[in-house]
């Protein structure tokens, strides 16, 4: 189903986020405005999520949905299709590769303007990123809250220092922290390295190519014996043609 045309004056100054490994960036820079006012509902809506059945930890300590879109690239506009795909599995040697299904976006965001905007930024700087000519992309969107209680962390990295099995990723794109310390996004080089080190604040987010990095985020814990939580978008892109 196509759901938008971006054009690509849209993303002129898109050159900018050409990097050498990796780019920590933030939404502001991209030109997509991450505040209450203007995104309220959609941030509201990670309330309303079911519990990722694939945690483990005893607790609900992990909520999610998910959407999937292929973006066509043309030389006048970037389109974008909604798969309606509920199902998901990653090219990993772990339990990872098994096929799972979740539970969908729901309907009235699969048109949200920030999400579209960003995955056509995303798309963007996947091509300018890229060795090789892109014309099609197979986007994967996973709407995470994770929660922690007191004496219960939560991990989203349960699996350890890992790659998705994509070309290229967002692994958390912050939208919300509250009552949590830790959660630090860690990189690592082929050699499994440590190269880079951030917390990551509510519009910020890394774009890395996943065939020759690493990455691990370390668990959240609650503050003050209070439920803390963190909301973040992850993202998969696979090149597919």
Not at 75 to 88: A, L, Q, S
Not at 196 to 220: M, S
Request: proline content about 3%.
């Amino acid at each position: 189903m196509l759901i938008k045309r971006i054009n690509p004056l849209f993303l002129s100054n898109i050159k900018l986020f050409k990097y050498k490994q990796y780019l920590k960036f933030n939404t502001e820079a991209l030109g997509l405005i991450l505040n209450r006012s203007n995104n309220l509902d959609f941030l509201l809506s990670y309330n309303n999520l079911p519990i990722d059945t694939t945690n483990k930890q005893g607790f609900p300590t992990r909520l999610r949905r998910y959407a999937n879109f292929n973006v066509k690239i043309n030389e006048k506009d970037y389109e974008i299709h909604y798969t309606g795909k509920n199902k998901f599995k990653q090219d990993v040697p772990d339990t990872r590769r098994e096929l799972r299904e979740f539970t969908l976006l729901e309907k009235k965001y699969i048109k949200n303007d920030f999400i579209l905007n960003l995955i056509s930024k995303l798309s963007a700087m996947t091509i300018i990123n890229s060795d090789i000519k892109v014309n099609k992309l197979d986007i994967s969107l996973h709407q995470v809250r994770q929660i922690c209680y007191p004496n219960v962390q939560s991990h989203n990295s349960p699996e350890g220092i890992h790659q998705d099995g994509v070309d290229f990723i967002v692994s958390a794109l912050v939208m919300n922290r509250t009552n949590i310390k830790g959660g630090e996004s860690i990189l690592y080089d082929v050699y499994k390295n440590e190269i880079y080190r951030t917390t990551l604040y509510p519009g910020e987010g890394i774009f890395q190519e996943d065939r020759k990095l690493w990455h691990f985020v370390t668990p959240i814990k609650s503050i003050d014996n209070c439920v803390g939580y963190r909301d973040i978008l992850g993202i998969d892109i696979s090149i597919i043609s």
